[in-house]
């Protein structure tokens, strides 16, 4: 149940070499770039990292590493004559995150000063340097990548013109979809659940252990198994509702419900610790009933009568009917929450909104289903439960991208492949205009670039 945002992780570890050749090699430097070094220690914390992510790589992961050290060190040197500035927002807000992260994953503050070998002050200063830096060389990046003519549709037709029919990109079948949406009521699922909490935690308060009846009741599998203890975590990586009201508690004390995007909850804090707490929790979640699907079905399939009987129009009745409020106010149409297009690959549909209509023609209704809604998408969880029926407005079939059917996407891939060009070039140019040396230890490797084949 956990809140947690999900950022890329730079282990500013002591070196752990596992390579033979690296072995009992004391720490040195191993590229210069310009004015910017890169350490040993740089690229075998990087190599740590991404071992640890399960990342692999066909060719020596050092090389690569090294080499997208090198080039991010140019886009470096280029920002400062650029006088390009730190986003210091976005730097302290991944610092923080960073931060808590570790400390939640290895149990506090002293617990991380003892595993990096560094007391925290000193901990934050190096991360600090390292996400400044990265924000300047994005920012680079991104202004070398945007500083191309704009695209035209002479280009998008020069393109489609220079490229064999079989290398054109292929585009899959579309589906452009409506639906009319009814909900459970969720407020008598609400109270029900409510009810269920109350009496457990009065039997909690007249003494029968929390950890026990959260084996048996609780919804969060993760914690459930432990009794509902959570472990001791950073308030950041929760819901906003549920950290205050376990920071308001006293350790052994159980909280009134707590709503959050998840559920309800009960919450017991066992531990405090600064920011930190190690709580046990009880989450319950609204359950629908049998009747509840039939009296929707029923409801949907009455509409669905009137449409086909052209009583109604389908647009209309979506206005009237569903209670979906995105798609409502536009007669019905779905839009895709990720990108606002009304077009839908296979595999952006809901499995149960697929299968409802994979079988239709455009004009044809769906019998009523039971699928998700996107409030849960933009929450970043599953969704609701909602009850739908869904028209086929237009059916794209897989084909061959053409300048009259695909302007946008073409366009959009026409507008990338200039970007990555103009990247190539910068980086190109500074490689041949910049003092770079690569130490003997990476002779052997085979760079993708051959420009730096060429600076060994």
């Known amino acids: 149940m956990k ?106 503050d002293e617990e991380m000063e003892k595993y990096f070998g560094k007391p925290l002050y000193k901990l934050r200063q190096e991360w600090r340097k390292t996400l400044e830096e990265q924000s300047l060389t994005e920012q680079e990046r991104y202004q070398v990548a945007d500083r191309i003519p ?24 579309k589906y452009q979809l409506s639906q009319i949406c009814i909900y459970p009521d969720r407020e008598a699922a609400a109270v029900s659940v409510k009810e269920k909490l ?22 969060d599998p993760g914690s459930a198994r432990r009794g509902g203890e959570l472990g001791l975590a950073s308030k950041s990586i929760f819901w906003p509702a549920f950290s205050d009201a376990a920071m308001a508690l006293r350790p052994g004390t159980v909280s009134q419900i707590v709503e959050t995007p998840d559920g309800y909850h009960i919450i017991e804090v066992l531990e405090k610790k600064g920011d930190m707490f190690n709580a046990r929790h009880i989450l319950l979640k609204p359950q629908y009933t049998s009747a509840d699907r039939d009296n929707a079905f029923k409801k949907l399939d009455s509409i669905k009568t009137e449409i086909m009987a052209d009583n109604i129009k389908f647009e209309l009745a979506a ?13 019905g149409q779905m839009a895709d929450p990720s990108t606002g297009s009304a077009y839908f690959e296979i595999d952006q549909l809901k499995p149960a909104d697929y299968a409802a209509i994979k079988d239709l023609k455009p004009g044809e209704i769906s019998e009523p289903v039971e699928s998700l809604d996107n409030e849960g998408y933009l929450q970043g ?68 670039r051959e420009s730096w084949n060429a600076r060994k």
């Open 198 to 219: 109350l009496n457990l935690r009065e039997r909690i308060i007249g003494g029968e252990k929390f950890a026990t009846l959260a084996r048996i009741y609780s919804e």
């Open 3 to 108: 809140h947690i945002f999900i950022f890329s992780l730079c282990l500013l570890t002591c070196v752990s070499v596992s390579a033979q050749k690296y072995k009992g090699i004391v720490d040195k430097t191993v590229a210069t770039v310009g004015g910017e070094v890169i350490l040993l220690s740089d690229v075998e914390a990087e190599v740590q990292q991404m071992r640890a992510g399960g990342s692999s790589s066909d060719k020596d992961m050092r090389c690569e590493i090294l080499q997208n050290m090198m080039e991010s060190k140019l886009f470096l040197m280029q920002s400062r004559l650029d006088s390009l500035t730190v986003n210091n927002d976005m730097v302290e807000g991944n610092l923080t995150q960073r931060i808590d992260w570790f400390r939640t994953q290895l149990g506090g």
């Open 381 to 448: 969880r599953q969704g609701n439960l909602v009850y739908k029926i869904i028209r086929v407005d237009k059916i794209i079939p897989a084909h061959t991208a053409s300048f009259e059917n695909d302007y946008t996407q073409i366009l959009e891939g026409v507008r990338q492949k200039k970007q990555m060009e103009a990247v190539d070039a910068f980086l190109e140019e500074k490689i041949k205009s910049t003092y770079i040396i690569i130490d003997p230890l990476f002779k052997e490797c085979e760079f993708s």
């Open 319 to 331: 206005r009237f009917f569903s209670e979906d409020p995105a798609s409502r106010t536009n007669g």
């Open 150 to 173: 704009e695209v035209t549709p002479f280009d998008v037709q020069e393109f489609l013109d220079s490229t064999a029919k079989e290398d054109l990109p292929v585009v899959p079948v």
